[in-house]
């Protein structure tokens, strides 16, 4: 990622060692074939240190993989930003998320990248003194490296922005506020969970008919027209749909009372159906310009066209159910991670990659300021919620706070961004690579080469060169019919062609 680097140059560098991986493990990973090849060949060699040979590709120490993404080591001299950043508040956020991960226990491996790596650096920071930015800058790069990082044969992440609403409601239904906020309902079933257990944000979610059969859970569309009215799931009731589509896709709301209390309802489960982004269907449909695109921009066309913004939320079949969370009020979301968010420091990942509790450092320029302009954000951000629209090595949603002046910034973030990973130094895949074994080497090339074969012309030198060709093969004969073969024929076409 160093300034002196030509974009194009970058991408092909990580192309490059993406392709090295895995061509490294192509040669140390023969298939059978290979391997019994080179043991034809490997004449003299006693049985006993090809064994010895073969163990040590067997169980290679293997550098860091990270399925659909490439990366590249760097060097933190490189990273644009990484020397003015406030480190000492990404480490405080950091530290937040350490807590569920010490709690877990040494580190554990899982299927993910850093697996349980993250251990290690989290028992560091709950015993390190550090009081300066610089002070935290040197504690990352005591015990992380960092590799840029993107999806396959892309040069830059992307990001998107989040936050809280403030919502205005009612926990009694009156003539101004009659869309309930849901609880998740009994019926809910999502296959090897319990019902009151935390469920995935992705996946199919069904509702039992009598005792045995499941059934797809209703959709948005059968929800708002009442599927499960009138079974006590209500945990207060918003104005609009529109406020409570928004409430949805940021996970979290503030409920503002008549009385001035606040409920705080965070996001607890879903109904099954894949999450369809009503701004790319007013985008496709010409309505909105993609360039203004933004959830202000959303919001004013729905309350706009309210049979139009009917329509529209139906298209998204996903339904979001929430949960009432004892929160101050001035206290932040929490995540999936189950911990405070921080603005502007907590990012939501994808949950099928990245560990919580990883730091990304995220460089590039965001419309903060005002719609249109380019302010300069190089933060080290730590990875503690997620959403089903995160998906990829580097994607993110980047947490602004709560209220309306978060909610603009946020609502108009849709930015490429590069993406710095901080990998404990534990897994550091430049280390592991030297650990790989060298490919066996091949066998000597056979230098005689054979002779040359004759062709029907004769010759000693010129003709050796000619391949001869073989004689044209007399057509089969048929016992069949001409009507009979005609038949056969129009059955294949005829089978093949539906």
């Not at 840029?148 to 990001?159: A, D, K, T």
């Amino acid at each position: 990622m160093g300034p002196a680097a030509p974009p194009d140059r970058r991408g092909a560098g990580r192309a490059a060692l993406a392709g090295c991986v895995l061509a490294a493990a192509l040669l140390v990973a023969p298939g059978d074939a290979d391997a019994r090849s080179r043991h034809h060949h490997s004449g003299a060699r006693s049985a006993s240190k090809f064994a010895e040979h073969h163990a040590r590709y067997r169980h290679p120490q293997w550098p860091l993989e990270i399925p659909g993404g490439q990366y590249l080591p760097v060097a933190w001299s490189d990273i644009p930003g990484w020397d003015s950043d406030d480190q000492l508040a990404a480490l405080k956020t950091f530290r937040v998320s350490c807590r569920p991960i010490l709690a877990g226990g040494p580190a554990r491996s899982n299927d993910k990248p850093l697996g349980g790596s993250l251990w290690e650096p989290c028992h560091a920071a709950r015993s390190a003194h550090v009081a300066t930015a610089t002070e935290a800058r040197a504690f990352f790069e005591q015990h992380f490296v960092p590799l840029q990082i993107s999806r396959l044969g892309e040069p830059q992440g992307f990001v998107t922005g989040y936050y809280e609403p403030v919502i205005d409601g009612s926990p009694v239904k009156t003539d101004d506020y009659t869309v309930p906020v849901y609880r998740r309902p009994s019926n809910l079933f999502v296959r090897g969970y319990k019902q009151d257990a935390a469920l995935p944000n992705g996946g199919p979610v069904y509702r039992k008919i009598g005792r045995r059969k499941l059934v797809p859970y209703y959709d948005r569309a059968q929800i708002e027209d009442g599927a499960i009215d009138g079974r006590g799931l209500e945990i207060c009731w918003l104005k609009s749909q529109t406020d409570l589509l928004f409430a949805q896709i940021q996970g979290s709301a503030r409920i503002r009372l008549p009385d001035g209390r606040v409920v705080r309802i965070n996001y607890d489960a879903h109904n099954g159906f894949p999450y369809t982004p009503v701004g790319r269907i007013l985008i496709e449909r010409g309505i909105i310009p993609r360039e203004e695109m933004s959830m202000h921009r959303i919001r004013e066309w729905m309350d706009a066209n309210p049979d139009g913004a009917k329509e529209l939320r139906r298209a998204n079949r996903s339904y979001v159910f929430f949960r009432k969370v004892e929160l101050k009020d001035d206290d932040e979301a929490i995540g999936a991670q189950g911990v405070p968010l921080t603005p502007r420091r907590s990012i939501a990942v994808d949950k099928a990659l990245h560990v919580y509790g990883t730091p990304f450092f995220i460089a590039g320029d965001l419309p903060i300021e005002s719609p249109t302009a380019k302010t300069p954000f190089r933060r080290l951000m730590i990875g503690q919620d997620t959403g089903s629209a995160i998906v990829g090595p580097a994607r993110a949603d980047l947490y602004f706070g709560a209220g309306a002046e978060a909610g603009a910034v946020a609502g108009r973030i849709r930015n490429p961004m590069a993406f710095v990973m901080l990998v404990p130094k534990g897994i550091d895949p430049v280390a592991r690579a030297r650990s790989l074994p060298p490919p066996e080497p091949r066998p000597p090339a056979n230098t005689k080469k054979p002779s040359a074969t004759a062709s029907k012309s004769g010759g000693r030198d010129g003709a050796s060169n000619v391949v001869p060709t073989p004689d044209a093969r007399p057509a089969a004969a048929s016992s069949r019919p001409p009507g009979q073969r005609h038949r056969s024929h129009r059955h294949r076409h005829h089978r093949y062609s539906r």
